[in-house]
């Protein structure tokens, strides 16, 4: 019975963390929308930075953010991850303003590079804040509703943006960046509706001799955790395979450009439909281990059938890569379960923030590495760079079978 009664209080408490965090991802993901498709035009035509450098200084704020955020990280452990998640949105939202309005270039990058580390800070945040707020069962599935709202709010986001793009003038783009200012601004005010016992039920009492973090040895120094991060970082490299390995693809063997989009709604679909009922099945750290293998072997079929698919001319050619799309859907879903079930179950429950910096630094860098890696591989081996790649990823799952016999580390 007083199980049962202190469960139920734990779902009590744990309603209105979700609702508010959940309200404030999807007020700052419309935002991201806004700033993802018109930022970079912002910087190469309103602020008159031109491509190269454009494309540089965000590769090299992005390498620099990832290090930064990892310190970062580590000296923020002690500050609540709610007012830590404010914190950094009310930093975003300056920093935002701040471009639209500058117009010398050394002051404009040095912004570029603030939104660059705030914005990496933010990802393992946002991972504390579910991981030490949110029971122990529950993580993997807040962490896939939170992704779910956030890909509708982005969606959201995109068509809003579509408006600046069309005017594509300088003063529409500084507009659009004050409206995505404005978003991470008012994405503060719902974490401050979090009750205050809602605020320490699930964090870690730093005073208690038991809880004290460890200042001895950081979270990138635990060997275990930081090889599931690097494996992990270099699955994340099939997050652009829709984005930057399919339009290079269809070009290079001159077929029907849609395709690109066509495959981009079917994964948004699958993505935002299948999200929470398969992260439901992930709730240890054997269960994610199998769930990320799995997500391999859909890479694994997905690849290889894109690269099957390059001898049609037909409409074989489009139920193919449409089926390849939905099986690497599927398999994106599930990788994305088990990463976030191992980067929570595998932390220091009282250094959350700094593994979560680990584990979303690895990730970056994936996304980071990713553009280049697929250009090269579909311009060396094209049909075949496809297999190449399928084999890559499912290679990569494979590594993570020993730590399926990793115990889960307890808070």
């Given at each position: ?24 991802t ?9 700033f ?36 970062i990280?580590r ?11 404010a ?26 590079g ?7 800070v933010?990802r393992?945040?946002?991972?504390a ?14 962490r ?21 793009t ?5 003063i529409?783009?500084?507009f659009?960046?004050?409206?995505v ?36 040895r ?6 275990r ?7 992990s970082?270099?699955?994340?490299i099939?997050?652009l395979?829709i ?23 079917i ?8 999200q929470?009922?398969?992260s439901r099945?992930?709730?240890s ?5 199998c ?11 997905s ?5 099957f ?20 859907s ?20 009282n ?16 996304t980071?590495?990713a ?5 090269s ?5 094209s ?8 084999i ?7 590594l ?5 016999r990793?115990?889960?580390r307890?808070s």
């Open positions: 019975m007083n199980t049962t009664n202190k469960n139920s209080k734990t779902k009590e408490i744990q309603r209105p963390i979700l609702r508010f965090f959940a309200i404030s999807a007020i700052t993901a419309v935002g991201n929308g806004v993802t498709a018109t930022s970079f035009l912002f910087y190469t035509q309103a602020a008159g930075l031109g491509p190269q450098l454009t494309g540089t200084a965000l590769t090299v704020t992005g390498v620099i953010a990832v290090g930064l955020g990892l310190l990280g000296c923020l452990e002690r500050v609540h991850p709610v007012v830590l998640n914190a950094i949105l009310l930093v975003q939202s300056v920093a935002v303003a701040a471009i639209a309005v500058v117009a010398p270039i050394i002051p404009l990058l040095l912004l570029m603030s939104v660059a580390v705030a914005t990496q933010k393992a945040a946002r991972g804040l579910i991981g030490r707020m949110v029971e122990n069962s529950q993580r993997v599935r807040a896939a509703t939170i992704r779910t709202v956030s890909n509708i709010a982005i969606g959201v986001g995109g068509g809003l943006a579509a408006a600046v069309a005017t594509d003038t300088a529409a783009y500084r659009g960046l004050i409206f200012a404005v978003t991470y601004f008012l994405g503060v005010i719902p974490l401050w509706y979090i009750r205050p016992e809602s605020l320490y039920q699930f964090a870690v009492n730093y005073s208690s001799d038991s809880s004290e973090v460890d200042q001895k950081s979270a990138i120094h635990d060997a955790y930081t090889y599931v991060a690097v494996v970082g270099l699955l994340s099939h997050f395979l984005e930057v390995g399919l339009p290079q693809w269809t070009n290079s063997l001159d077929r029907a450009l849609w395709i690109v989009p066509l495959a981009l709604i994964n948004t679909l699958v993505v935002a439909f299948g929470i009922p398969l099945m992930v709730t750290v054997r269960q994610a281990v769930a990320i293998i799995l997500g391999g072997a859909c890479f694994l079929i690849c290889m059938a894109l690269a698919s390059g001898q049609f001319q037909s409409s074989w050619m489009i139920t193919i890569v449409a089926t390849a799309v939905a099986t690497y599927v398999g994106e879903i599930l990788h994305s379960a088990g990463s976030w079930e191992l980067s929570f179950s595998l932390a220091k429950q250094q959350m923030l700094e593994y979560q910096s680990v584990f979303f630094g690895a990730q970056s860098l994936g980071v590495v553009p280049l890696a697929i250009t591989i579909l311009a060396e081996w049909n075949s760079g496809w297999t190449v790649m399928g890559c990823f499912f290679l990569l799952a494979i993570l079978i020993p730590t399926s990793t115990k889960q307890m």
